[in-house]
Nanobody, 124 residues
Framework: QPQLVESGGGLVQPGGSLRLFCAAS????????IGWFRQAPGKEREGVSS????????IYADSVKGRFTISRDNTKNTAYLQMNSLKPEDTAVYYC?????????????????WGQGTQVTVSS
């Protein structure tokens, strides 16, 4: 059964860093694009970044460009989101998702599997 499990969230001060992990199982990981999405309280879920399967294409939301880095290790069926220079407005529940559309995309309807999310709180 396909499954995605996020980890690595927590409380961090502004300017700090966190690394999120997305562990996948139950499907052929390297065929799928992986996306990171987030949802802040009272706001709609938004795309943060995505990385293609075999293509390795990468896209970022403008709000995180230059601060976040997405990567994946297909040998470990794991994707990562390195988040640096965190701001209070980055506070949200972060979700990873997998899309059989192998090219990087932040179109939510194209994603087949979703994790349960991990909380990231940026506060002093």
């Amino acid at each position: 059964q396909p499954q995605l499990v996020e980890s690595g969230g927590g409380l961090v001060q502004p300017g700090g860093s966190l690394r999120l992990f997305c562990a996948a199982s139950g499907f052929t990981f390297d065929y799928y694009a992986i996306g990171w999405f987030r949802q802040a309280p009272g706001k709609e879920r938004e795309g943060v970044s995505s990385i293609g399967g075999s293509s390795g294409s990468i896209i970022y939301a403008d709000s995180v460009k230059g601060r976040f880095t997405i990567s994946r290790d297909n040998t470990k069926n794991t994707a990562y989101l390195q988040m640096n220079s965190l701001k209070p407005e980055d506070t949200a529940v972060y979700y990873c998702a997998a899309s059989v559309v192998a090219t990087a995309t932040m179109t939510e309807v194209l994603y087949d599997y979703w994790g349960q999310g991990t909380q990231v709180t940026v506060s002093s």
